[in-house]
């Protein structure tokens, strides 16, 4: 389980409870959060469940594959250094208090 | 006081996505789902992949959990079939009689397999794939013992189960009545990689090759299938993939405009305002072609819903979208930005035989559309590209060692 704050663009915060073994961007999916599409379903095909990591982050998130960096090429939204597919960052307990910033737009 | 409830017929990716879009932005209103399936709305498709070899299960394809809906206040209806639709009182009538009164009404009632009247078609062990059933039955064989499996149709679905036979050890045999595979969908130069793909891996891809009849044995299974000019393939399995055909029925009985597809607006409405389709079903005007055309994809149904429930909320907003799909072969990633209908040129880069290359379509010097294998970036800068004016010429493609992704590095930096 870890808490995770998704930042809306609009200055509106969701914060929610999300368990293992669910990723950052099915969080918001099961809990109908807006601005997360994942309309590959989670396969790092799309660039729809795109976030921004919090500059401040310093917890541990798994390195980014190759196809995840290529994905993000592709965004709706300008790619930047904290740029993420959040299909890509699995939950545990190791994130817990994670912060992502949702883009502008997703498609 | 007029009802706002929306009622949505269909509970696949379109369906879902409008109900989930339409809480998302606030809507208060009653919302009913109606499901017609028993199962929880699932995504179609690892249904020709994951799905069949067990690397993917039920669980990991639900669309939503159960507990979804219920938090969403939306209504999910399962196993009960929306019978007609009474336009003068604006409510459905599902099957076990029950009304369900609508202030807007969204068709997104999917599409089935094309059947083949071919003798034999009902024999034991001839197969079609839409549905999670049809994948159960057909995982329950293909699990098994190997099997001479024969595909009839060189689509998507077709090619997909193929590859996914083959990798469990199958012996698979593709057969489609055009010159070549995916004609429909993927330029020559990318189905002719595909194909020779196939049958590097062992698959054979006959085409030009009409089937005439299934023949079964004693008990009534399929054991051969026969091709015109008498040509006959050994068969314990037959699949038949060869297209879909929107459901239109309700919209028909209703009186609404429909052919192939339920005709609807650039806002997805239908020829009753206060009724939409979207998803497989509609058949919709492109601002890309100009013209009315229905497509089978997961972008198409998210896209549209999202579209329709804005429209409901009082955002209306044309549907543009640019259309994308994908498809995952023997491990190789396939991807499609945008249409290639009527293209006049295709430029290849890359490297096609390391299988890591696109296809770049242009149609009088204007990008048109991307296919790629194994190059995503391609696929992503392809889709920004074709949302806009897309500032690629032929010439520019055509450069040695041409590069879609150097390319948008280079103008971030610049």
């Known amino acids: 389980m870890a ?32 601005g997360i599409e994942a309309q590959c379903g989670g396969s790092a095909q799309c660039g729809t469940c795109h976030v921004y990591i919090d500059e401040n982050n310093t917890l541990p998130l798994p390195p980014m594959h190759e196809s995840e960096d290529d994905v993000l090429y592709g965004t709706a939204s300008p790619r930047r250094e904290n740029s993420r597919l959040s299909c890509q960052i699995p939950v545990s307990d190791d994130i817990d208090g994670l912060v992502v910033h949702l883009p502008e737009a997703q498609v | ?115 083949l009247p071919l003798p034999g078609a009902s024999l034991e062990g001839v197969l079609s794939l839409r549905g999670l059933p049809d994948a159960e039955a057909l995982r329950r064989r293909l699990t098994g013992p190997a099997l001479r499996m024969v595909v009839v149709g ?94 239109v029925d309700l919209a028909v009985d209703a009186d609404l405009t429909a052919g192939d597809g339920i005709v609807v607006d650039d806002l997805l409405r239908t020829s009753d305002p206060a009724i939409s389709a979207i998803g497989d079903c509609a058949r919709f005007p492109s601002p890309h072609l100009g013209r009315h055309i229905r497509l089978e994809s997961v972008q198409n149904a998210s896209d549209q819903a999202r579209c329709v429930a804005a429209a409901i909320c009082g955002d209306r907003t044309p549907y543009s979208a640019v259309p994308w799909f994908w498809s995952e072969q023997y491990g190789m990633r396939l991807q499609i930005a945008g249409l290639s209908t009527d293209h006049d040129r295709t430029v290849v880069a890359g490297d096609i035989d390391g299988l890591r290359f696109s296809v770049f379509c242009f149609r009088r010097g204007r990008l048109v559309c991307v296919e790629s294998v194994n190059r995503p970036a391609d696929h992503g800068i392809a889709r920004r590209m074709l949302a806009g004016v897309p500032d690629l010429s032929p010439e520019d493609a055509a450069e040695p060692g041409f590069d879609l992704k150097a390319r948008a590095r280079q103008r971030q930096l610049a």
């Open chain 2, 154 to 247: 060189a689509g998507f679905i077709g090619l997909e189960l193929a590859a996914t036979a083959g990798g469990l050890g199958h012996d698979v045999t593709v057969v489609e009545a055009h010159s070549r595979a995916l004609a429909r969908a993927l330029t020559p130069p990318m189905s002719a990689r595909l194909t020779a793909e196939h049958r590097e891996r062992g698959v054979r891809v006959l085409l030009r090759r009409e089937v005439t009849g299934l023949c079964g044995d004693s008990s009534g299974r399929v054991r051969t299938v026969e091709l015109a000019g008498g040509e006959r393939v050994p068969a314990d399995l037959v699949v038949i993939g060869v297209g879909a055909l929107p459901n």
């Open chain 1, 3 to 34: 808490k995770i704050t998704y930042k809306h663009p609009d200055g509106t915060v969701t914060v929610l409870d999300v368990e293992a073994p669910n990723t950052v961007m099915r969080g918001a999916k099961i809990n109908n959060v807006q």
């Open chain 2, 1 to 115: 006081m007029a009802v706002r409830d929306v009622v949505v017929i269909g509970a696949g990716p379109a369906g879902v996505e409008t109900a989930a879009a339409l809480r998302s932005r606030g809507f208060d209103g009653r919302i009913t789902l109606v499901g017609g399936e028993d199962a929880l709305p699932y995504q179609r498709p690892p249904l020709s992949k994951g799905y069949l070899t067990g690397a993917t299960t039920a669980a990991d394809i639900e669309l939503r959990p159960e507990a979804f809906f219920e938090a969403q206040r939306i209504e999910l209806i399962r196993g009960d079939r929306a019978a007609r639709i009474d336009r003068d009182g604006s409510r459905v009538v599902l099957g076990s009689g029950r009304p369900l009164p609508y202030g807007n009404l969204v068709l997104a009632t999917g599409s089935r397999p094309r059947t």
